[in-house]
């Protein structure tokens, strides 16, 4: 079996198994508290999840190539903070424009991690990690550290994530539009796979010819345009902007990437797994209440499930690896007798 083939399966194997998990919580939970297994119920933890899902779909590819992008909950923050900004100054915004506005910010942001990481050949984890500092005191010299409260917010922000298509919450349909392109990116277009060609093994990107500068630079770009997007809805569902908005909202980010299976390692991977990565965290999330667990807690069992599901993966990869090892000693100790 190749390793790709390996891989394909393992992640299959994988994605069940959390799916299994997740209908478990659901229903034990369901059991002690029945209306948590109402639709009504359901369309909140999807409403909830949706800015989440965005952030996912960015952070994925960012992830695929070896990299971190800590940097997305300030980019939100400050993207979400001039969005509110421009529409107090100009009433008369567009929300077509404001769109554009916060996808154009959040790329320009996320361009500048790509830059500094190629142009300088820094770590990922540091070059995000300052950007994440200055793109929250950027948010502060921008408001003059005040906040934006729900009646100076545009009407346009407010009105958008609370608006409904088709019975379904905006939100959901943004978040699902996301996933969608992000899917079509990695399946069918070059670009998209050959960020799982540089994550899986750079050296040989590189010989194969494979624009590695460009496809990083990439990456970071459209993980920063979503987090823009993200930022606008962010400030539109909670009607406030301030400079500490959605601080420490890149672990769970990162958390719900890790849970789905793709691997910090890179080059591994998958829509599917990544959304009940999600999934898992809005369905934690809503059962912590019903089943009266303290809110604190929250934070404790995410950074233990993070940790075991690291553990996980790196216990795969090393199987898998010893296995293709093994086989491989086999053919070469029959080729040689």
Same mark, same amino acid.
């Given at each position: 079996?190749?390793?790709a083939?390996?891989?394909?399966w393992?992640?299959r194997r994988?994605?069940?198994l959390?799916?299994?998990?997740?209908?478990?919580?659901v229903?034990?939970?369901?059991?002690?508290?029945?209306?948590?297994l109402?639709?009504r119920?359901?369309?909140?933890i999807?409403n909830?999840?949706? =800015?989440?899902?965005?952030?996912?779909?960015?952070?994925?590819?960012?992830?695929?190539?070896r990299?971190?992008?800590l940097?997305v909950?300030s980019?939100l923050?400050?993207?979400?903070?001039?969005?509110?900004?421009?529409?107090?100054?100009?009433?008369g915004?567009?929300?077509?424009v404001?769109l554009?506005?916060?996808?154009?910010?959040?790329?320009?942001?996320?361009a500048?991690?790509?830059?500094l990481?190629?142009?300088?050949?820094?770590?990922?984890i540091?070059?995000?990690l300052?950007t994440?500092s200055?793109?929250?005191?950027?948010?502060?010299v921008?408001?003059?550290?005040?906040?934006?409260?729900?009646h100076? =917010?545009?009407?346009?922000?407010k009105g958008?994530?609370?608006?409904?298509?088709?019975?379904l919450?905006?939100? *959901?349909?943004f978040?699902?539009?996301?996933?969608?392109?992000?899917?079509w990116?990695?399946?069918?277009?070059?670009e998209g796979?050959?960020?799982?060609?540089y994550?899986?093994n750079?050296?040989?990107?590189?010989?194969?010819? *494979?624009? $590695?500068r460009?496809?990083?630079?990439?990456?970071?770009?459209?993980?920063?345009l979503?987090?823009?997007?993200?930022?606008?809805?962010?400030v539109?569902?909670?009607s406030i902007?301030?400079?500490?908005l959605?601080s420490?909202?890149?672990?769970?980010?990162?958390a719900?990437?890790v849970?789905g299976g793709?691997s *910090?390692?890179?080059? $591994?991977g998958t =829509?599917?797994?990544?959304l009940?990565g999600?999934?898992? =965290?809005?369905?934690?999330?809503?059962?912590?209440?019903?089943i009266?667990?303290?809110?604190?807690?929250?934070?404790?069992?995410?950074?233990?499930? *993070?940790?075991?599901?690291?553990v996980?993966n790196?216990?795969?990869?090393?199987?898998?690896?010893?296995?293709?090892?093994d086989?491989?000693?086999h053919k070469?100790q029959?080729?040689?007798?």
């Amino acid at each position: 079996m190749s390793t790709a083939l390996s891989h394909h399966w393992h992640a299959r194997r994988r994605e069940w198994l959390l799916a299994a998990i997740i209908a478990l919580i659901v229903l034990a939970v369901g059991w002690r508290a029945p209306v948590f297994l109402s639709a009504r119920n359901a369309l909140d933890i999807g409403n909830d999840s949706a =800015i989440l899902v965005i952030l996912v779909m960015g952070q994925m590819l960012v992830l695929l190539t070896r990299g971190v992008d800590l940097s997305v909950a300030s980019n939100l923050a400050l993207t979400g903070m001039l969005c509110a900004l421009a529409a107090r100054a100009w009433p008369g915004i567009p929300l077509a424009v404001l769109l554009l506005m916060a996808c154009a910010i959040g790329a320009l942001l996320g361009a500048v991690n790509g830059w500094l990481i190629m142009r300088f050949s820094l770590p990922p984890i540091v070059v995000t990690l300052g950007t994440l500092s200055a793109y929250r005191g950027a948010i502060f010299v921008a408001s003059g550290g005040a906040w934006i409260s729900d009646h100076e =917010i545009h009407p346009l922000i407010k009105g958008l994530p609370r608006e409904e298509w088709l019975g379904l919450p905006a939100l *959901i349909w943004f978040a699902f539009a996301v996933a969608l392109a992000t899917a079509w990116l990695l399946r069918w277009r070059r670009e998209g796979r050959e960020l799982y060609a540089y994550g899986g093994n750079p050296h040989a990107a590189l010989y194969a010819g *494979i624009p $590695v500068r460009q496809r990083l630079v990439m990456a970071y770009t459209l993980s920063g345009l979503l987090a823009g997007l993200a930022g606008l809805l962010w400030v539109g569902r909670y009607s406030i902007a301030f400079t500490e908005l959605a601080s420490g909202y890149e672990l769970t980010v990162i958390a719900a990437c890790v849970i789905g299976g793709v691997s *910090i390692g890179g080059g $591994v991977g998958t =829509i599917a797994g990544a959304l009940l990565g999600v999934l898992f =965290i809005g369905v934690v999330n809503g059962a912590l209440p019903v089943i009266q667990v303290s809110p604190f807690w929250q934070q404790a069992i995410a950074g233990a499930v *993070i940790l075991v599901s690291v553990v996980l993966n790196a216990r795969a990869d090393r199987t898998q690896g010893r296995q293709i090892l093994d086989k491989s000693l086999h053919k070469a100790q029959g080729a040689a007798a």
